[in-house]
């Protein structure tokens, strides 16, 4: 069993910064790629930022230059700093993470439970 937790969540005035954390924890072998996605209410769920294993990273063209992601394999943990947030990112930030198991040989998709982003103008 592996479960995905966010923190770092909150409420934030525009042009600040905050920073999530994503940990992962279970019966881990390998993690390949980490992400972080998000829903703004009246959007549609977008990729925020990828890093895969060998920490070649992807940010949607929105967050280039403000976001950066980043992971510590030791601690299973994927970052997510955001600088110069905008009220219109005000959205749920989910965590996800294509890891394998003890006992499988299948990478499988896993989702954390979200975290609230509220960006005031």
């Known amino acids: 069993q592996v479960q995905l937790v966010e923190s770092g969540g909150g409420l934030v005035q525009a042009g600040g910064s905050l920073r999530l954390s994503c940990a992962a924890s279970g019966s881990i072998v390998s993690i390949n790629r980490m992400g972080w996605y998000r829903r703004a209410p009246g959007a549609q769920r977008e990729l925020v930022a990828a890093?895969?294993?060998?920490?070649?990273?992807n940010y949607a063209d929105s967050v280039k230059g403000r976001f950066t992601i980043s992971r510590d394999n030791a601690k299973n943990t994927v970052y997510l700093q955001m600088n110069s947030l905008k009220p219109e990112e005000t959205a749920i930030y989910y965590c996800?993470?294509?890891?394998?198991?003890?006992?499988?040989?299948?990478?499988?998709?896993?989702w954390g439970p979200g975290t609230q982003v509220t960006v005031s103008s």
């Open positions: 890093i895969t294993s060998g920490a070649s990273t």
């Open positions: 996800n993470a294509n890891i394998r198991t003890s006992g499988s040989f299948i990478y499988f998709d896993y």
